[in-house]
């Protein structure tokens, strides 16, 4: 492992803070909790990181076989970081500590970044499988940056990914502030596409349905991912 501060602690929990306690190494591993991500994008998307500080936290995480690099078959053959079966394990240990979070979150500050995974995470968070059963869509989320998201909903279950849907339903155009005030109920869709805020190509009836799968207080009744509310 890379020197650096730890507990010498023989206890479970000191280890997994010597694993992951650095500052932005958990922001990484968010980042990286609905697919692979390049270099640049994880830069990119984690502002006021510097470039020796996700190298070093990159190289710590594999040597701990948290993340792995991959690259990408033709055409794109680029170099990716993903989280092993191992790092994947963390996915519910950081939405819990999201939940936490969130109690005490408060509103938004100016100086505060938000950035699109943070939203279509809570997509999930949100998510009331019992009022999906009767839908099954495949939605495109497009982001500034060129930042693009897949959720694909089916049998009460929700799955988001990074990247583009390839067939979508619809495809869903906006900025995040505009998409946060939507999905905090600030902001009804007749008025987002009255203004042109949203832009929807597609099947344009698949917007307000897609909104109301979403609990406004961020307390989801299923977990995403988990069909049990449509199985009678």
């Known amino acids: ?33 609905l697919g692979p991500k390049r270099y640049k994008d994880l830069l ?13 936290r990159l190289k710590e995480l594999e040597q701990a076989t948290i993340i792995r690099r991959r690259v990408l078959p033709p055409p794109a053959g680029s170099t990716v970081y993903e989280l092993t079966t191992y790092g994947r394990e963390l996915e519910d240990i950081l ?3 999201t939940r936490w979070g969130a109690k005490s979150l408060g509103p938004r500050q100016p100086e505060q970044f938000l950035r699109p995974v943070t939203l279509v995470l809570g997509l999930r968070e949100r998510f009331k499988s019992e009022a999906a059963c009767h839908l099954q869509a495949v939605y495109e989320l497009r ?5 693009t998201y897949t959720i694909r ?26 998409f946060l005030q939507l999905q905090e ?30 609990d406004v207080d961020g307390r989801s009744a299923v977990p995403s991912g988990v069909s049990g509310a449509c199985d009678q």
């Open 143 to 147: 982001f500034e940056d060129d930042e």
């Open 1 to 33: 492992m890379i020197n650096k501060r730890n507990y010498h602690h023989y206890c479970p929990l000191a280890h997994a803070l010597d694993l992951l306690g650095e500052r932005w190494t958990l922001l990484i591993v968010r980042d990286l909790l």
């Open 95 to 97: 939405m819990t500590l």
């Open 44 to 56: 990119e998307g984690l502002p006021g990181m510097g470039t020796n500080i996700l190298a070093a």
């Open 153 to 178: 909903i089916a049998n009460g279950s929700l799955e988001a990914s990074y990247g583009s849907a390839g067939n979508p339903d619809l495809v869903v155009t906006a900025d995040v502030e505009t």
């Open 185 to 214: 109920r600030h902001l009804l869709p007749q008025e987002a596409m009255a203004s042109r805020k949203v832009q929807l190509d597609g099947n344009s009836d698949l917007f307000t349905p897609f909104l109301e799968l979403f």
